[in-house]
DNA sequence: GTATGAAGGTTTGTGGCACAAACTAGTTTG
DNA sequence: CAAACTAGTTTGTGCCACAAACCTTCATAC
């Protein structure tokens, strides 16, 4: 194994699997990029069923990860996701050890053994 | 959001399951480095549990990702593990959505609105 | 005023999967 | 022969992603 091989398969052993999932780094891609996001965008953005996207913002949530804001626009609900601080140090620390791992990969699909 | 960011959701959306997984990833990541590599080994080197390597390769096995050998070595038996063609082309197709990924957060956990 | 459908979600049900404990099979040691 | 070790596989379980079903309110048609 290259050097420093070890330490990026820990980093992805010890991915945090609430950042992980497609679905929930979809989201918190999407969050990142903005001040806010309506339920209504983000179902759009990263083509999620209401249902599946209630869920992952449920979870998200419990983490402190993303914030949840109920209003009314005129008479109807309408909901606002915004990440939190908490949430973009979590992105920024699953990105860095994607980074570590993406080093360690051979970039051609040749036989290097 | 940014130009390309949909394209970078979309990616993540399509990741592959199968390589996502960070014990499978972390295999093919280390099989990506040798010509191949011992089960037990692999049992270190990924922290994993002889029950739940052993899961694991049976599905990159079928997937046709990794290429298992049984033999023996003196009177024990040894299990040698090799990544495939197809198995270093899900890894590099992996790594390119993932690259694809990293490039659209901010680099700092900073609101950028 | 009452079906009909759309907007904006939440709750419920289920199939699949990651993980470890238990088990199998053979080998070495005492 | 029995105990313990090596090298793995099979079994059992708890969690989780996903979508279907459901709820409520508003708009439109009849």
Redesign the pocket.
Known sequence: MKPGAQAAIDGVLGLD??VH????LAILTVLSQAEFA???FLEMACR????????????LEAAGLVA?E?RF???????RVAITDAGREALTAYREQLSALIRQVPKKAARDG
């Open positions: 699997r609430l999932e497609p679905a929930r309506e339920f209504g999620l069923t209401k249902g599946n996207l209630s869920s992952h913002l449920s979870k949840i109920k626009q005129g008479k109807r609900p309408q909901t």
